[in-house]
């Protein structure tokens, strides 16, 4: 193979994923760790005392769906077609 095939065959190469796609994938792993935030606190410092703050729609209805939300924006960036090839 000459040199410059070669050149040729390293630069067909390249990255798995575009810019774009490594952009959507930080994206949504900001989006989920977000998500994990929003579930956090709700427990009560005293073992005796039950705190009825677990069970608010923060934590049981937006912060999962914020986390799917993350999820499926990762599917996207992995499934999407790289455009700067």
């Known amino acids: 193979m000459s040199n410059k095939t070669q050149e040729v065959a390293i630069k067909k190469e390249g990255?798995?994923?575009?810019?774009?796609?490594?952009?959507l994938m930080v994206i949504g792993?900001?989006?989920?760790?977000?998500?994990n935030i929003l579930m956090i606190g709700g427990g009560s410092d005293d073992i005796t005392v039950f705190d009825d703050e677990i069970f608010s729609s923060r934590r049981l209805t937006i912060a999962p769906l914020v986390i799917l939300a993350g999820f499926?924006?990762?599917?996207?960036?992995?499934?999407?077609?790289?455009k700067d090839k």
Do not use: D, L
């Open 29 to 35: 792993i900001i989006v989920i760790i977000t998500g």
């Open 72 to 82: 499926i924006i990762e599917i996207i960036a992995i499934m999407r077609k790289p």
């Open 15 to 23: 990255f798995a994923f575009g810019k774009q796609n490594y952009r």
